[in-house]
């Protein structure tokens, strides 16, 4: 899977838990989107864990805060 595909999958996941309009890009994360609260958070690692087929630890779910760090995190399990 190159990083276009993961993005699109990263995307469908957060159009699947936010539902107002958003500008998607790897800057997007909790710092610029008020919409992206802690019970947010978990609703969006759980629809990402269910799409890319694997789990995130505690520790790992902490530091994906930004789109940016998702996709490193996901390309990193995918290698």
Do not use: P, Y
């Not at 890009?25 to 990402?48: A, G, P, Q």
């Amino acid at each position: 899977m190159n990083e276009d595909q993961m993005m699109q999958k990263i995307h469908t996941c957060f159009s699947a838990v936010f539902s107002e309009d958003f500008t998607f890009s790897k800057e997007l994360s909790r710092d610029n989107f008020s919409d992206w609260d802690s019970m947010h958070h978990i609703t969006l690692l759980v629809e990402i864990e269910k799409s890319f087929g694997f789990r995130f630890d505690g520790a790992t779910a902490a530091v994906m805060t930004s789109v940016d760090n998702i996709l490193t995190e996901i390309k990193s399990r995918l290698n």
